[in-house]
């Protein structure tokens, strides 16, 4: 499947290895996929993401919400909301855990230093899903603006949190092939292809 990757997915994937080796985590994760994307500049995901308003303060908002759910466990703002509506207080709880096993006890990360990050199952999905959009879109490649309708596709913190900064799937698909499905738009890089 890789040999199917542009250059621009390539580096995402390679960006994503580094920042799961720069948290410490066991695993490359989705969380650590968007946060590669958040970092590329001229290519269709990135144009993708400015069309829908995600400036880089927004950006760096984006970074921020993924490490506060991952301090959290994992758990996403509508978790957080789900639990409160049973009468259980997350901010307390992750607090109390923090006193007792330090800042950060809850992240899935193991922080121990491995070699080489293999990637977890959620990520090895989000990489199949991005092989089922792109021939869905009868693209003959994988660039990084099917990572980015990936992680919008599938449930979870990376989908939650850019909806909560108003970038959904619906809204990745208008902006890269327009209403029609057509490609409308190529952000100043060239259709995969």
């Known amino acids: 499947m890789f040999e199917r990757f542009t250059k621009e997915a390539r580096a995402v ?3 994503a290895a580094a920042h799961a080796e720069k948290a410490g985590a066991e695993q490359v994760d989705e969380t650590h ?7 590329r500049d001229g290519s269709r995901g990135s144009f993708a993401l400015s069309a829908l308003g995600l400036s880089d303060e927004l950006r760096e908002r984006v970074a921020r919400d993924l490490a506060e759910a991952r301090r959290k466990g994992g758990l996403s703002r509508a978790d957080e909301e789900a639990l409160s509506g049973l009468g259980i207080d997350l901010a307390a ?3 109390r855990v923090e006193e007792a096993h330090g800042q950060g006890a809850l992240a899935r990360d193991g922080g121990r230093r491995l070699r080489r990050r293999p990637f977890g199952r959620g990520a090895k999905d989000l990489l199949t899903q991005t092989l089922r959009i792109a021939l869905a879109h009868k693209d003959r490649a994988i660039g990084d603006e099917h990572l980015l309708l990936a992680l919008t596709a599938r449930p979870g913190v990376p989908a939650e949190v850019l909806a909560d900064h108003g970038v959904t799937y619906d809204g990745v698909v208008r902006v890269l092939y327009g209403a029609d ?7 100043g890089a060239a259709k995969a292809g």
Do not use: P
């Not at 996929?33 to 970092?39: P, Q």
């Open 93 to 95: 709880i992750v607090s």
């Open 33 to 39: 996929v968007l946060l590669a994307l958040l970092d």
């Open 181 to 187: 499905g057509a490609d409308s738009a190529n952000g």
């Open 13 to 15: 994937v390679e960006g």
